[in-house]
């Protein structure tokens, strides 16, 4: 089928491909074009149930306060896809005339357990969308799986998500485990989003997409911050002992040095220890001024708590989706992480556009809304953006492609609420959708917005 522009969709997948190349259903002739036992598992009971290349990179880096000259839907504009209605539907596991189950695969124990209201955020959202209808008459039921962030349980859980007759796949978990499950998925042709992205997502991974900035991205914006934002000379990085984030690590002391900073400290850490003091003392030694505290957020607390014990206090730094949630400020690392800084793919608690969350959310359970909920609700937006384009017509092939073409501002077309999550700009042969993120700063023991979306500094 012609796309238009000269492209040609494989209509079995909806993955653009050159002419010529459209190989039978089934097949495998199809060229992408370039660039290009039921463990851990919580069933939800109704609404308050328990529980060839290198992958394009959509957007530029922009001058501080500009948008970014390519990418993703400029702020103010809807959200949407190209639409996938010519593509074969293909199989249908956990689809009918009124229900679309979804799989979460998230890490409830384990060495980096995500707090109950994680899970409390994606159940408000379908349970608000269900108010209104759900999607083409359906309601999405959500099963969570425990990851317990080890890489073995979490291919288990993957593939029992599969066995179970789930329609697709949600990981929100470390960055090795989320990789381990994506390629799982994709060898099995399983529709799975990322909410972590990994460096380089690669391209041959046609059923995995990628939620937010990639880490190699993110340590060139994080460098660029320290410079711009933070005005440092001086600058420190600390890290866990998983080789995943060494991309990341090495993009931001590539980007320090560009621009003629200093990175006087590196070092990593085991993130289940408890004594960091050693690391404390060898920062303050270093003179750096902005420290990025690539890790986990108890072993982020731990090492601010015990630097400020020794009167050091640099800028504190978190990078998106590690400890940029308001838990972080909870009991002594009150005063050690003041005036922190982070990066996010979502809004701050009390900004504005998180006003229908959180009357979701209190209108569901008795505790009052978290951020941690808001990640959620975000994911939820995502997914049903994509459904709605689809319609009634639902099929693991035309959710991939209509994946593959979603384009996401800063209004959800679903019901022209604020999209609660970084513009996404995916294409043919994108499978990493974000190229912006939200500047977060300390106030009062919470994160307030500093700088809205955007992609450099």
């Known amino acids: 089928m012609d796309a238009g522009d000269g492209l040609v969709v494989d209509t079995t997948t909806g993955e653009v491909v050159d002419a010529g190349t459209v190989g039978t259903p089934g097949g495998s002739s199809a060229t992408a074009a370039p660039g290009t036992g039921k463990p851990g598992s919580t069933t939800a009971a109704g609404p308050r149930g328990t529980s060839g290349g290198t992958t394009a990179r959509p957007g530029s880096t922009s001058a501080p306060g500009s948008r970014p000259s390519a990418g993703p839907t400029r702020p103010g504009s809807t959200s949407g896809t190209s639409g996938p209605s010519t593509v074969d539907p293909g199989k249908r596991p956990g689809v009918t005339a009124t229900t679309i189950k979804l799989a979460y695969l998230i890490p409830k124990t384990g060495a980096a357990p995500v707090p109950p209201q994680v899970e409390q955020g994606i159940r408000a959202y379908w349970d608000y969308l269900r108010g209104k209808g759900g999607i083409a008459g359906r309601n999405v039921q959500v099963t969570v799986y425990d990851t317990t962030s080890n890489e073995q349980v979490a291919r288990e859980v993957a593939q029992q998500a599969i066995d179970d007759g789930n329609f697709a796949v949600v990981a929100l978990d470390r960055l090795g485990v989320q990789q381990a499950i994506g390629k799982f998925l994709d060898d099995r042709s399983f529709p799975n989003l990322q909410v972590q992205t990994p460096v380089n997502l690669p391209a ?54 560009k621009l003629g900073l200093t990175v006087s400290y590196e070092a990593q850490i085991d993130g289940n220890g408890n004594d960091f003091s050693a690391q404390a003392s060898q920062l303050r030694s270093s003179g750096a001024t902005a420290t990025w505290l690539y890790m986990a957020p108890i072993p982020a607390s731990k090492l601010a708590g015990q630097a400020d014990a020794i009167g050091y206090h640099p800028t504190w730094f978190a990078n998106s989706i590690s400890w940029n949630f308001n838990i972080v400020f909870g009991g002594g690392a009150n005063r050690a992480l003041r005036d922190a800084r982070a990066f996010s793919p979502w809004p701050a608690l009390n900004d504005p556009r998180t006003a229908t969350y959180k009357k979701a959310y209190q209108a569901l359970y008795a505790d009052p809304p978290e951020d941690l909920g808001i990640p959620g609700w975000g994911i939820g937006q995502i997914i049903a953006t994509a ?51 939200v500047t977060f700063k300390e106030s009062n023991l919470n994160w307030a917005v500093e700088a809205d979306y955007r992609s450099g500094y």
């Open 387 to 437: 459904l709605k384009t689809i319609g009634e017509d639902l099929g693991q092939n035309n959710f991939r492609a209509a994946m593959q073409a979603l384009q996401i501002g800063s209004t959800s077309v679903v019901d022209g609420t604020p999209m609660l999550w970084s513009p996404l700009a995916f294409g043919p042969g994108i499978r990493t959708g974000a190229s912006q993120v």
């Open 204 to 257: 041959a991974q046609k059923w995995t997409f990628g939620l937010t900035i990639d880490h190699d991205s993110q340590g060139t914006m994080i460098a660029q911050y320290f410079k711009r934002g933070l005005k440092a000379a001086k600058v420190a990085v600390v890290y866990e002992t998983d080789n995943t984030l060494k991309p990341g690590v090495e993009a931001f002391k590539t980007e320090a040095k």
